[in-house]
């Protein structure tokens, strides 16, 4: 079959197996919040039918039904973007995470970009001088920096640019005095804000992309249309983009995608510290409250992002680097 | 070295005008200790062709980038390169600042590099390689480009499919092509051609020399043309030059060189070279190796191979010294017992003795392999629109063939790179599934047939990725000693290896075997290869162009010892080649058949004599006219004997018969039937074209554009 046809379909599958392996979990898990509330319900004195209702409005499943029609009410609960209520907070799931995905996708976008950015700007640099006191000095911090993770940044940055300096604050997207909107006051604060999450997010990314930037560029610094181009009279500038720089780019494209979604993932930990109105701090929230229908919320809307990711990373790759005739080519 | 400039006695008698005077130049690596190109002195005249040839590692490829001052880190380049313009102003290309070589190269001397592929940066088109260099040179990048395109038209290319169009969408020869045209581009004076061609089929070599020459007189150009390939290059160049262990040690015109050359190590190299019109006892290899830069041996740097060696070549060196009344120079001290006692046979007299074995004739006994109406076709891959409607193309790599191979049979498979050769092997060892046809090998079919895995084995054209980096010469033999002699004791196999080590000329074996293939020479690997499948005891096996990554002076050597074998082991060889003139050396030897392949077709079978003298396909002319000889006469100025100098696309191949579209001497009978492949009436083998039928309707139909009216 066609290979985009193909990679497309995977979609939708990967999704239903998720969403299925959610809907098993959330059954299978003893002690779940329903039995809880099922317990404390009863202890008020509510009826079971009173009860069920209440539950199958918490999780869009209807307990009475057998299981295959709980499973089809599930699925098409997510289809219509229906993940059931939250119990700790007591807002439909989809909302807190229609409040909370931008901040997410904002921190770990413009990390990721940031972490690109300076480490093909650093990497390269190391490659053009290499052998000198830069490279490798460069290449030293950048395995430094790599081997620390980022929630170590943050903790330290936490106590001492927010709680020691005051330079920074020490919790939420944006000041709550100001009014959302596109006002300059409300983009400096929400920068202001994002600031520590997103260099502690950076730190590590760009040592490890240097150094694999650096590693590309040397490669292909020894290329023999590099030594072509040069004999061809090309001023240096276009050698280091559109020679050196693009190639060494591009086997790391689909790599800077694929981190974008399983950095998605990754921010549970930095929004917490930072306490920060994210999905990672949500889920969070879920986990400490046995809120299962925002735990499950969550996890769906991070793996769907990664997915996302993937395919996204599969589909253009062919368009940007031009030898790669997408799919299963092969030669006779 | 003014003796050099003083005469020419280049054909034309022009008055010598040295374009490039390159004296006592070196190229020193680690502070000066090891030379890697040592006292060069070399004139090269306006408007000539210089051929340098020398084994690889010999310097060669340094003294190009010497040329252009662009030797690479951490070598040091020392010694004087004038460059005389035409009118009359000199350069000193050592004292250009970093701004003038900039625009000194490539507006004055362009160079081309073997590998056109990696010539070319793999995510820009070709076009923006052209665009760059004309804006880079502040060149007016509309003018620019119609030149370029002038060129690529002469190039046989058709300019805007080749311009936009990504490297790896081009054919090798297409890429080399266009690299030589991007070369050309700033119109420069000198060309320096690092092995252009070494990494094409011989018709592509063969059709590019052509062109070659043609833009030389239409442009005005010198070229410095260097290559491994000997007789390759004499059939354009004007002078001549050979490079032995970093030292030039002969140098003069072409004809004086072929017909009385003075060192040993070039009436060596005359000799190593499988050539068509020489007598097969006649080709010897040339034994040892280049030396190392580290350990260049004193006095000559020849001697230890050297068969008229004397003391005091051992400690006196040589100097490159005029011998004769022209402008010949050799670097020998004994050039005339050179001369007399290492004779050089090209007289074609002789050249089909009998040292066939007897042709097998016995038809009717059981055949090893039997091949009938065999198709091997694949789903090509297509773009993202394409990908979504429609069926996907297909490339038919073999389509129909029937081929029967005998016990200790050998077949040669002939013919350009696409035509399926490789495929039509794989398919025949079990390698690749067919789509279409049957394969029996010993009476039942091939995949029903329990030993036909273990006893059809293969050899890889690389054999440096054929062999395991990480396990020993001893491990590596092992494994198949393994498989047929399950019960044998470590000692039993050890014994087993060391002795066939021995048999193949690697000694001592125990020394040998010990060693991880990064530890041996290419040719030591290729024996390895070889001796691992056949320590399978196969029925037969596959040569996938088995002598390609080997240097010229092994490939006799390697030849040879697969002659040696196939007795020793009682097996069969597909040998596949596009060289007909290794394909010769080997069929002629074993007594066997060419099969002359074509787009997926055999267009003609039959032995190396009947094929070499009396070719019935015009395919088979092509290919006998792409192999070079080193006869003084031939002469590469004539035009490709082809309408056409690349293989078609073969996902929609030429309906009738598949060469008409390049065929000298189609008609438009060629266009609409196809021909089949006929047993001749009155010589060995069968052939596939009208012209064996006298006839036949085409005889009446009208030649096509461009094809000749009155064949032969």
Redesign the interface.
């Known amino acids: 079959m ?4 193909r990679r497309t379909i995977r979609i939708p599958a990967t999704i239903l197996g998720v969403a299925t392996l959610t809907f098993g979990l959330i059954r299978l898990l003893p002690g779940g919040p329903f039995t809880q509330l099922r317990i404390q319900l009863r202890r008020r004195g509510m009826d079971a039918q009173e009860i069920n209702a209440r539950i199958e409005a918490l999780q869009n499943i209807r307990p009475e039904k057998s299981l295959p029609e709980q499973y089809l009410d599930y699925l098409i609960g997510v289809v219509q973007l229906d993940l059931g209520q939250s119990i700790s907070l007591n807002k439909p799931v989809i909302e807190v995470i229609g409040q909370a995905l931008p901040w997410t996708v904002f921190i770990v976008v413009v990390s990721t970009l940031l972490m690109f950015v300076l480490g093909v700007l650093l990497g390269s640099l190391q490659a053009y001088w290499e052998g000198t006191t830069f490279d490798s000095v460069g290449s030293g911090l950048s395995i430094l920096f790599m081997s620390i993770p980022y929630y170590i940044y943050a903790v330290a940055f936490l106590v001492v640019l927010a709680f020691s300096w005051g330079v920074f604050p020490t919790s939420a997207a944006a000041d709550r005095s100001i009014e959302a909107g596109f006002t300059v006051a409300y983009a400096v604060s929400v920068l202001h804000h994002a600031a520590l999450p997103i260099i502690s997010f950076t730190i590590g990314g760009v040592g490890s992309t240097a150094l694999s930037m650096r590693g590309n560029s040397i490669q292909v610094l020894g ?3 590099v ?9 240096d500038q ?1 050698i280091a983009t ?2 050196v720089a ?2 060494a780019i ?1 086997p790391m494209y689909t790599g800077l995608l694929l981190l974008v979604g399983f950095r998605l993932g990754g921010t549970v930990v930095l929004e917490e510290i930072f306490t920060y109105p994210g999905l990672g701090f949500y889920l969070i929230e879920g986990v400490n409250a046995n809120d299962y229908p925002l735990m499950m919320g969550c996890f769906m809307v991070i793996t769907i992002a990664l997915v996302l990711a993937v395919y996204f990373a599969d589909m253009t790759y ?1 368009l940007i ?3 790669i ?6 030669e ?1 | 070295m003014s003796s050099d400039t003083l005469t020419s006695q280049g054909s034309d008698e022009r008055q010598p005008d040295p374009i490039l005077e390159i004296t006592d130049t070196n190229v020193t690596y680690t502070d000066g200790e090891s030379y890697v190109l040592e006292d060069a002195s070399v004139s090269i005249h306006r408007d000539e062709i210089l051929g340098i040839v020398g084994e690889s590692g010999s310097g060669k490829s340094m003294f190009a980038s010497a040329i252009l001052d662009a030797v690479p880190d951490p070598g040091v380049l020392s010694g004087q390169l004038i460059y005389n313009r035409r009118d009359g102003t000199t350069v000193d290309i050592l004292g250009l600042s970093d701004e003038q070589l900039r625009a000194f190269r490539w507006e004055e001397i362009a160079m081309v590099f073997q590998g056109a592929m990696h010539s070319f940066n793999p995510t820009m088109k070709i076009k923006t390689h052209f665009t760059e260099t004309l804006q880079s040179h502040d060149r007016s990048v509309g003018e620019g480009m119609s030149f370029a395109r002038e060129l690529l038209e002469s190039l046989y290319l058709e300019p805007e499919r080749v311009l936009n169009a990504y490297p790896h969408e081009l054919s090798g020869g297409m890429q080399q092509r266009a690299l030589i045209a991007l070369s050309m581009v700033l119109n420069p004076e000198v060309l320096i051609m690092d092995e252009p061609t070494a990494a094409l089929d011989l018709l592509m070599q063969r059709s590019i020399l052509s062109l070659l020459n043609d833009l030389q007189e239409e442009y005005d150009l010198t070229i410095v043309f260097i290559t491994h390939d000997l007789p390759l290059v004499a059939g354009i160049a004007d002078r001549m030059a050979i490079i032995y262990a970093f030292e030039f040690v002969e140098i003069g015109p072409r004809d004086a060189i072929i017909a009385n050359a003075a060192h040993p190590y070039t009436r060596a190299l005359l000799q190593a070279t499988p050539n068509i019109n020489s007598p097969l006892e006649a080709m010897q290899s040339i034994e040892g190796q280049g030396p190392a830069p580290a350990n260049v041996p004193s006095g000559c740097r020849f001697h230890p191979r050297c068969p008229v060696a004397t003391d005091e070549c051992e400690s006196v060196e040589p100097t490159l010294d005029a011998h004769d009344a022209n402008n010949h120079r050799v670097a020998c001290h004994h050039v005339e017992r050179a001369r007399e006692e290492l004779t050089i046979s090209t007289d074609e007299e002789g050249a089909f003795s009998a040292t066939e074995r007897t042709t097998q004739t016995t038809t009717d006994a059981e055949s090893l392999l039997e091949l009938s109406d065999l198709q091997v076709h694949f789903e090509a891959s297509q773009g993202v629109i394409e990908q979504f409607i429609g069926e996907p193309d297909v490339v038919k790599a073999v389509d129909g063939v029937s081929l029967s191979i005998e016990a200790q049979d050998l077949v040669c498979l002939l013919g350009e790179s696409g035509c399926g050769k490789t495929t039509l092997g794989k398919a025949m060892i079990g390698l690749q599934e067919p789509t279409g046809g049957s394969i029996t090998f010993r009476g039942e079919s091939l995949d029903e047939h329990d030993d036909a895995r273990a006893a059809l084995q293969i050899i890889h054209q690389d054999p440096s990725s054929a062999l395991n980096p990480n396990r020993r010469i001893v491990d590596i033999l092992s494994e198949p000693l393994l498989h047929t002699h399950p019960n044998a004791s470590i000692t039993e196999r050890r014994r087993r290896i060391t002795s066939l080590l021995e048999r193949i000329g690697m000694t001592p074996a125990d020394a040998y075997i010990e060693r991880y293939p990064h530890q041996l020479s290419g040719g030591e690997k290729q024996r390895v290869v070889l001796s691992r499948a056949l320590l399978m005891d196969p029925d037969a096996v596959l040569a996938d162009e088995a002598i390609s990554a080997v240097d010229v002076s092994l490939r006799i050597e390697i030849m040879d010892l697969l002659l040696e074998l196939q007795e020793e082991f009682e097996t069969s060889y597909l040998f596949i080649s596009h060289d007909l003139s290794n394909a010769r050396y080997i069929t002629e030897h074993a007594g066997g058949r060419i099969a002359v392949m074509y787009l997926g077709e055999i267009v003609e079978i039959g032995s190396a004599q009947r094929l070499l003298t009396d070719p019935r396909h015009p395919y088979t002319e092509v290919l006998r006219w792409a192999t070079p000889d080193l006869g003084l006469d031939t002469d590469a100025d004539d035009e490709p004997p082809v309408r056409e100098i690349d293989v078609p696309d073969p996902i929609d191949p030429p309906t009738g018969c598949r060469f008409h579209t390049r065929c000298p001497v189609a008609r438009e009978t060629c266009v609409e039937t196809s021909p089949e492949l006929r047993d001749c009436e009155d010589g060995d083998g069968a052939v596939a074209c009208f012209r064996e039928e006298p006839d036949h309707q085409y005889w009446e139909s009208d030649p096509l554009d461009g094809a000749s009216e009155h064949p032969e």
Do not use: H
């Open positions: 066609n290979y985009y046809l290329r023999e249309f030594e072509v181009a040069r004999l061809r009279g090309l001023s276009r559109r020679y693009m190639n591009l062919g680097d031009p030898r005739s997408v799919g299963d080519a092969d006779y």
